[in-house]
């Protein structure tokens, strides 16, 4: 299903990315099980990922690690710009509402004591970039990345809404960069279209087009393209002998005197199992590479 897309508005001096990652993020929660606030966190880095992921050019892959000394722990998200995204949380099940307006506590359960990194690799000029959270909600953080690490002014909206059943209700992403050569009118009209912009799920709920959406924004919206994205998990039992193979031999050796080992993949929790026969190649494997037999 086409869930993304991409246009250009204010003379093409922006471009704008808006996803319906109801359906991504939904998959992300039966994968894991996840309560409503660990949901909500990790379906708003999945729909920021997802987008930037489609950013990349080529055979580029995006790895996004989040972590604010929160309860939620860390979020990792990857994706890359064929529109596959997968992400975990350490604590699957946080359920934490504000007091205030009994909305889900994103802030709170994500913490603001720490960092969000991005890699990108695959690409021809390989880049790591990271900055401090400064809101713990998301949305901000990353309009804060995008400014610090990418000189690219962005707004940035992310949402998650949940049902009394802990399925998602809704969730979107919506991205917004001023693009090389615009002008200070653009900056002015971007500072009051982010003053009464309504929340990403909102503008989802009551209009199911996302490009009717956009038209409300900029009138002068041109689309470029519909993309999709979906969860899609890329792992397989040799990327894990491989993993292997890079621990000390030692570690190896101590392995295989367990007949069998199991190994859980942290994205789709799928259980992969490593025998004895599998851990006797890996081992001739290693000795082979490091003893240049
Ligand atoms: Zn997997």
């Given at each position: 299903m086409e869930n993304v897309l991409i246009g250009l508005a204010l003379n093409k001096n922006v471009r704008i990315y808006i996803a319906d990652t109801t359906e991504v993020v939904e998959d992300a929660r039966k994968a894991h099980d996840l309560y409503p606030t660990s949901a909500a966190a990790l379906g708003r880095v999945i729909g920021a990922g997802g987008l930037m992921g489609l950013m990349l050019k080529d055979e580029g892959k995006l790895h996004i690690t989040i972590n604010g000394s929160g309860s939620i722990g860390t979020i990792m998200v990857s994706s890359n710009n064929k529109g596959e995204v997968k992400g975990f949380v350490s604590d699957n099940t946080i359920y934490l509402k504000r007091n205030s307006d009994g909305k889900l506590a994103v802030k709170e359960a994500v913490g603001t004591d720490g960092y969000l990194k991005v890699t990108k690799t695959g690409i021809k000029n390989n880049f790591t970039g990271s900055v401090k959270l400064v809101s713990g909600e998301l949305g901000e953080d990353f309009a804060y990345y995008f400014m610090q690490s990418e000189q690219t002014p962005t707004i940035v909206s992310l949402g998650v809404l949940v049902n009394e059943?802990?399925?998602?209700?809704k969730s979107g992403a919506l991205i917004i960069q001023l693009l090389p050569g615009h002008l200070e009118s653009d900056i002015v009209y971007l500072e009051n279209l982010l003053k009464e912009m309504k929340p990403i799920t909102q503008l989802l709920s009551e209009n199911e087009d996302l490009e009717k959406i956009v038209l409300t924004m900029f009138k002068d919206y041109e689309k470029q393209e519909y993309r999709s994205l979906k969860y899609y998990c890329d792992c397989n039992k040799e990327r894990f002998m491989a993993g292997i193979s890079t621990l000390p031999l030692t570690d190896i050796l101590e392995l295989k005197k367990e007949n069998k080992i199991e190994v859980k993949c942290e994205y789709c929790n799928k259980l992969y199992e490593i025998n004895k026969n599998d851990l006797e190649g890996i081992i001739s494997y290693v000795e082979n590479q490091r003893f240049g037999n």
């Open positions: 059943d802990y399925s998602i209700k």
